[in-house]
């Protein structure tokens, strides 16, 4: 049953095979059990829980269930859940009750899904290995002692560790789809504006993204169906018609065009997943696809951009927690100026720190058109690569991230190795376009342990119907996207 896919677990609800809260009950012991270890959840509230699921079984009974009615799914802890503790993975929210709701806990309350928990996340989503949380690192569940990537590392973990039906990610600069990636799931990152930001805590609105993070395609488009959606609180949602996600899920490949962008098969990426992502493109060539070579030429400069507009944003953004309008207040000052400085400087951690810093700096007068104007116009240039790539292919290939999941500790004394991860990912995020990660296979390491490797799609823009088709066709030939980790059962536990 907890392996089961979204489709599955709604028609035996509807059938009766199964209650909401049997079903519900059934993840909360799992979670009772390898939580303690993985640390995929920082919030729970079982009780809240298991009411959603009683008012689900009751919404069933009565004969009004939507798709997703009575099923489990954990929510990043980034999104304002009314009535739950939301930290971010911040120190500095740590205490904080979230007063109303996201948009996105507002559909998936709508839809009639069950909130399971939130989950751990790098602080503030500023990471890529789930290692700057407040609350502690997550471990991945393929390898207890790898990071399950970031920033969504939580959901990420309670997904492969079936802790969960499904959940909900960010992604700023490629947090859905490296840790989807490293984790061996399904994760996607809609189009800018495509998912309402209202009550998702802000790092860099330009930027930020939620999507789904699930063991399929066809899981995606159901949840997708659920989050996306206009939203006139979010000035920067798009008011579009109404879609149906799996729409085009059946549709065959024959004569899609590939485009493969020479940059993401070049230096730096590692040899052994760069063999996984060509197994997959010949299979895809299988399915009737037609390769096509590709350049994204500014692909090298996506990093640097990103990492001075992304810290401007959270400078920004950040400001707000000052100890009075939110967040942790130190306990001793001495005046306004010194119960600011020492709020944020216990409230935040070391890389939120970098952020701000750094964001404003290249914000302040002598550097704002050296650095912030600059990127800004190589970002354009950036979006002017895809519009130009699109030109000759429907769908964009490459590797999702450099390498599999690395060693806890491996990279947190260097950030910009650990900036390097989403070199694949974070151009999608400065030009606006959606992108998934799909597992692709394994990669044995030195050690001899498999780790899943995640084949990237990025679609032009709106386009997520039919990446969603192109990966659901691939995992109709291939069932990497059904491998489960082997979990160690917890000591003291029979
Ligand atoms: N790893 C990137 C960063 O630290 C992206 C994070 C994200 O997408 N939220 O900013």
Not at 15 to 32: C, D, G, H, M, P
Not at 227 to 254: C, I, V
């Amino acid at each position: 049953m907890i392996n089961s896919s979204l489709k599955t677990l709604s028609q035996m609800l509807a059938k009766k095979e199964v209650s909401s809260v049997e079903l519900t009950q059934a993840f909360l012991n799992r979670i009772n059990t390898f939580n303690p270890e993985i640390n995929a959840y920082i919030a729970l509230d079982q009780d809240r829980t298991l009411a959603q699921a009683k008012a689900a079984d009751v919404r069933i009974t009565a004969g009004n269930a939507e798709p997703l009615t009575g099923i489990p799914i954990a929510q990043k802890d980034i999104f304002c859940a009314n009535g739950w503790k939301t930290t971010c993975g911040s120190k500095m929210l740590a205490n904080f009750v979230a007063p109303y709701d996201a948009q996105v806990i507002t559909k998936f309350d709508a839809a009639g899904a069950v909130n399971l928990g939130k989950t751990n996340m790098d602080e503030f989503a500023m990471g890529s290995s789930n290692e700057t949380s407040y609350f502690g690192g997550v471990k991945n569940p393929w390898d207890f002692t790898r990071v399950p990537g970031g920033s969504s590392g939580g959901s990420a973990a309670a997904v492969a560790a079936r802790l969960c039906a499904a959940a909900s990610g960010t992604d700023t600069g490629g947090s859905i789809r490296q840790p989807a990636s490293l984790c061996g799931l399904t994760g996607l990152k809609p189009t800018y504006g495509v998912v309402s930001r209202y009550g998702m805590i802000a790092f860099a609105s330009s930027l930020d993204q939620a999507g789904p993070m699930a063991k399929s395609a066809e899981d995606c488009a159901l949840m997708m169906n659920v989050m996306a959606g206009f939203d006139e609180r979010d000035s920067t949602s798009l008011n579009r018609e109404k879609e149906d996600y799996a729409r085009d899920l059946n549709k065959p490949l024959q004569g899609l065009r590939v485009g493969l962008p020479k940059e993401f098969f070049a230096e730096g990426l590692d040899a052994n997943v760069g063999k996984v992502i060509e197994a997959a493109i010949a299979e895809y060539k299988k399915l009737g696809a037609e390769i096509v070579e590709i350049s994204l030429p500014n692909t090298g400069l996506s990093i640097p951009v990103y990492y001075v507009l992304a810290p401007a944003e959270a400078s920004s953004n950040l400001s707000r927690y000052d100890g009075v309008r939110y967040g942790h207040r130190a306990a001793e000052y001495t005046d306004l100026m010194d119960m600011y400085c020492k709020s944020r400087a216990e409230g935040f951690g070391a890389e939120v720190k970098r952020r701000i810093l750094i964001g404003t700096y290249v914000l302040s007068a002598g550097y704002y058109d050296a650095y912030y104007l600059k990127a800004q116009q190589i970002r354009r240039l950036i979006a002017q690569d895809f519009e130009e790539a699109f030109k000759h292919c429907d769908v964009i290939m490459g590797p999702a991230a450099p390498s599999t999941a690395f060693k806890a500790g491996e990279k947190v004394d260097d950030p910009v190795a650990m900036y390097l991860q989403d070199i694949y990912t974070i151009s999608t995020n400065l030009a606006g376009l959606p992108g998934m990660s799909v597992p692709a296979g394994f990669s044995t390491g030195d050690d001899g342990k498999a780790l899943p490797v995640g084949l990237q799609i990025i679609g032009n823009y709106f386009d997520e119907a039919r990446m969603l088709n192109v990966a659901h066709q691939y995992q109709q030939v291939t069932d990497w996207h059904t491998r489960m980790p082997d979990l160690p059962t917890p000591q003291g536990t029979k």
